[in-house]
């Protein structure tokens, strides 16, 4: 008996929900407990939006902050709420981030 093998389909064109099932997953593992998971995806994944950000930047540790400051760019709305909750690493953190917008809030804090 011989198999006939067929090419695995391509995934060039994109699956469908592959887009949302990333951004779902980079979202629950944005909030996780847990540093050694949180910290990479709040430091690296572009499919963290803003609202995500200032929501986890409401809600979690520092060391949370601290990620989310090392980003590559910050919204000011996110800015905002890392210098209102973060302690002086994350503050120093957020004011060395040359892609940082501030607001006129994060700016005078």
């Known amino acids: 008996m ?3 093998l067929r090419p695995a389909p391509s995934l060039q ?3 469908p929900g592959l887009t949302m099932l990333h951004t ?3 979202t629950k593992l ?3 407990d847990s540093i050694e998971v949180a910290g990479p995806v709040l430091r690296e994944s572009g499919r963290l939006d803003a609202k995500t950000l200032v929501a986890n930047a409401r809600t979690k540790s520092q060391p949370h902050l601290l990620a989310i400051s090392k980003r590559k760019s910050l919204e000011d ?7 209102t909750r973060g302690n002086r690493e994350v503050v120093n953190s957020v004011a060395n981030n040359n892609g940082a ?3 006129g809030f994060g700016f005078c804090t």
């Open 13 to 15: 064109g994109g699956w």
């Open 101 to 103: 917008r501030f607001s």
């Open 77 to 83: 709305a996110v800015t905002d709420v890392l210098v």
């Open 2 to 4: 011989r198999l006939k």
């Open 30 to 32: 944005a909030f996780d």
């Open 24 to 26: 779902i997953s980079s």
